[in-house]
């Protein structure tokens, strides 16, 4: 059974230690539906994506599962986003990207250089510096786990507390592979929770995708979510995605509720910003792989 916990509790969890693992998101017969209906997908990518060693997006998840749309859309978890971020107009980022983090196979015993990141908009070339003096929080990660996320399948590194740096991590955590444990990443730890759980982590957060770590020999499948007040503008141009999800006839099948939240969060253009907000700048034309 999911731990009980308080709405407050999460919250007060959330703003003391800028994480917080929500468990119970999606249920256990919601998350085999979620991996039948995400490798019947994969089956359809092309160029085929690779087997080991790499993480891979499977694009569209609120067009072709109803149990994606639920997920994403979870009162609680929402309500504690908008809480932490102090504002109910809110909006994802991306469309909701189901990744698929393969086994290690060459990257077994490895240490490959890099990946230490801050999540959207707290990236260097979009918001106006690396250091951010502002006490508002821009944005929220919301990654829920379908797969668990543990020790020996590549649970996210991260540094606890880093939020409150208020900067982009320093070059020297990308700078050699990341030894746990060893300095600088003496203080890296990996965010650990079971599988329907949700991570819900300040974007400030220094964290990392640790495919070596991955000797589970299994897939980690999870939903990233970059959530932020709605004149955030978005990462990359999400209407493709919702004519997409528009076309699949989706939002027939789905609640009233679940429907409505989805086309907040997905679908609502960019809102004018307000006049204290900094300005996150627009990115550049042309397509990009998404740095989450
Ligand atoms: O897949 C992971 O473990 C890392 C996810 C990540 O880097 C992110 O959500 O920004």
Redesign the pocket.
Known sequence: MPQEKSFDAYLDELKTHGFTVVEGVVQSEALARIRKATYAQIANLDPPPPATDD?FGVPDGIAWSEDVCRAVTHPMALALIRAYLGTEEIHFCHQPAM?V?RPAKALIGQYPES?W?S?YPYHPDVYPDDRWEDEAVYGV?F?ICIDP?RRDN????YVPGSHANKRFPPRALNEGGTRMGRPPHEAVQQ?LAPAGAALIYDSRMW????PELNVSGQD?L?I?N?VCPNWVRAMVDKKPGTERFLSSGMSDQLPASVCDEINRLCHTPNQAAPASAPVILEKPAGPRRIA?
């Not at 590549?154 to 590194?157: H, L, R, S």
């Not at 964290?207 to 640790?210: K, L």
């Open positions: 993480r990744t983090l990946g990141h999540d990660q990654n996320f590549a649970g996210t590194q965010m964290h990392r995708a640790s980690r999870a990233l970059a989450i």
